[in-house]
């Protein structure tokens, strides 16, 4: 499994130049693409030596390898950008293919998730808060993009989003309700027109039409932990997802004996959830 540059050609492996050399054949989304890649290394493969393996053909591509495999070739897998498998084809082929016994070596390098996270400037002190999820790209539906957000809104952890140009402002819109929570946006990551900026999520659609080149290119949107309610410690997120679902007294009274926060602060917390959502 090959990362290749996500932007920028430099951003290529010396390990990944010497493996898809090697290669008998390289399994790949878009044929055409990898060719003009490999191209630009003085990588020559002849066409039959490119297997054309993408979200509509996976399975049976991947029974091609295997078969390549068992004949002994030596079959690299190279997404179109950065890291086959994450959000992008490669995930069935390597089921199938460790499936048959054979094995997968992965070749790290190149990938838009970790390189937005690395300049989000992400500080906490919350255990509950560490890490990040990866959720990719959103329901294309208005509705089904909403309650994912509403979901969302309710993770303690930062949540690393993918989105494409022609969507981005629907996202910017959904994103909005959750008011002051950050949002860091890496924008054409490793190209030349490389933006990377951090707003608050009810400014985010503002921003896009501040500036329309903003809504060009490919996106990595990283949400950042939300800012625990003053008075509520860690009870914030469970307050969040009762009041989804329940009316504000229960939701507190719930809250409060779930966590043993007091229950007074976490009903002002509640009111200002409130207020915030009523503005939004």
């Known amino acids: 499994m090959v990362a290749t540059p996500i932007g920028n050609l430099a951003d290529i492996s010396l390990r990944a130049l010497h493996v898809l050399a090697l290669a008998d054949a390289i399994a790949c989304e878009d044929t055409r693409h990898t060719q003009a890649l490999l191209r630009a290394y003085g990588i020559d493969k002849a066409p039959s030596q490119l297997i054309a393996l993408h979200q509509h053909n996976e399975a049976q591509a991947a029974q091609t390898v295997v078969q390549r495999l068992r004949q002994g070739q030596r079959v690299a897998c190279a997404s179109d950008a950065g890291t086959p498998a ?67 809104s309710g993770e303690a952890r930062s949540v690393v989003l993918l989105e494409a140009p022609h969507r981005i402002e629907a996202l910017a819109h959904a994103l909005a309700v959750l008011g002051e929570r950050c949002v860091t946006v890496a924008r054409e990551l490793t190209k030349q027109f490389e933006e990377i900026a951090t707003v608050r999520a009810d400014e985010l659609p503002q921003w896009f039409a501040d500036a329309p080149q903003r809504t060009r290119g490919e996106f990595v949107l990283v949400l950042h932990p ?55």
């Open 86 to 152: 994450i959000s992008d084809p490669g995930a069935r082929l390597v089921a199938l293919v460790r499936g048959a016994g054979l094995g997968v070596m992965p070749l790290p390098g190149a990938s838009s998730v970790a390189a937005a996270i690395s300049v989000a400037g992400i500080v906490t002190n919350d255990d509950d808060a560490s890490g990040f999820v990866f959720a990719g790209f959103l329901p294309s539906r208005s509705s089904e993009r909403e309650a994912a957000v509403r979901t969302l």
């Open 226 to 280: 939300a800012a625990p309610v003053a008075g509520t410690g860690g009870a914030e997120r469970i307050l969040q997802l009762l009041l989804a679902e329940l009316p504000l007294k229960t939701a507190v009274r719930l809250a409060a004996d779930i966590t043993g926060a007091p229950r007074n602060a976490l009903y002002d917390a509640a009111l200002a959830l409130k207020n915030r959502n009523a503005d939004d």
